[in-house]
């Protein structure tokens, strides 16, 4: 689980030659989602990786970015000392840093409540399967793997900041967002800087702007059978294994 209480206000703490900062966001389609990922070391582009998928849910999307985002932390995690991952998905984020203390892990099947194999239940009569469980899990363990060796922080960061306005209007925006940072990332001392803000927009609008380009290339159009969408360009960013069997 992730325990990490590490906190950033300024562009010093995150822009920093021995730290990594991992961008993830979603786009949805109608029958299709795609995600984005990008690894950034200051303004130096490490890594990146955009996958699409079909028959899902902006939730589930937004997820797989974040666990695509844990995958390339675990990737170059002995590269870098300080690892940040951002998203623009609350209920991801959220759910990895808070929501999962009332969750239960059912190992096997329980023929009373009907639980499936491998899947976690919410608190607090674990009646009620938690969504996309199966990514969670996936999350979880490389969330321990990375705990081991690496101080990762997890942020959500509000979305979709106007960064294209001149002088007080851009400013504006990105002094709202940084409230909205520090209050959602529970900032209790000073506040937050608008080039952190501005820096953290701007790698978001990037993500997103990716994940929308991809999405486009489906051609998807709105008389489209549902069993009529192309089949192909949809895969999986990863096939999990757990990482006790891995070295990395």
Excluded at 138 to 160: I, S, V
Aim: aromatic residues 12%; hydrophobic residues 30%; charged residues 25%.
């Amino acid at each position: 689980m992730y325990e990490n209480p590490r906190k950033v206000r300024l562009l010093s703490d995150v822009y920093r030659s021995d730290t990594l900062n991992i961008f993830s966001d979603a786009s949805h389609k109608q029958y299709a989602s795609a995600y984005s990922v990008i690894a950034v070391c200051k303004d130096d582009i490490i890594n990146n990786a955009t996958r699409m998928h079909k028959f899902t849910t902006s939730n589930a999307e937004e997820l797989r970015g974040v666990r695509s985002a844990l995958a390339c932390a675990l990737r170059f995690r002995h590269q870098y000392h300080y690892i940040n991952i951002f998203s623009d998905s609350l209920l991801s984020i959220d759910s990895l840093r808070s929501y999962c203390n009332k969750w239960k892990y059912v190992e096997e099947k329980d023929e009373e409540y009907g639980f499936e194999h491998g899947r976690y239940y919410k608190a607090p009569k674990y009646t009620h399967r938690v969504e996309n469980s199966y990514i969670f899990t996936e999350c979880f363990e490389f969330l321990r793997k990375l705990n081991e060796t690496n101080d990762l922080a997890l942020f959500h960061q509000p979305g979709h900041v106007n960064l294209e306005g001149k002088g007080n209007t851009t400013n504006y925006y990105l002094k709202e967002a940084a409230k909205k940072f520090r209050k959602i990332n529970n900032i209790t001392e000073g506040m937050v800087d608008v080039n952190l803000m501005r820096y953290v927009s701007t790698y978001n609008d990037m993500v997103d702007r990716v994940s929308r380009i991809e999405l486009s290339k489906c051609e998807l159009k709105s008389n489209y059978e549902r069993n009529k969408v192309p089949a192909t360009r949809y895969t999986d960013a990863v096939t999990f294994i757990p990482t006790s069997q891995i070295e990395f």
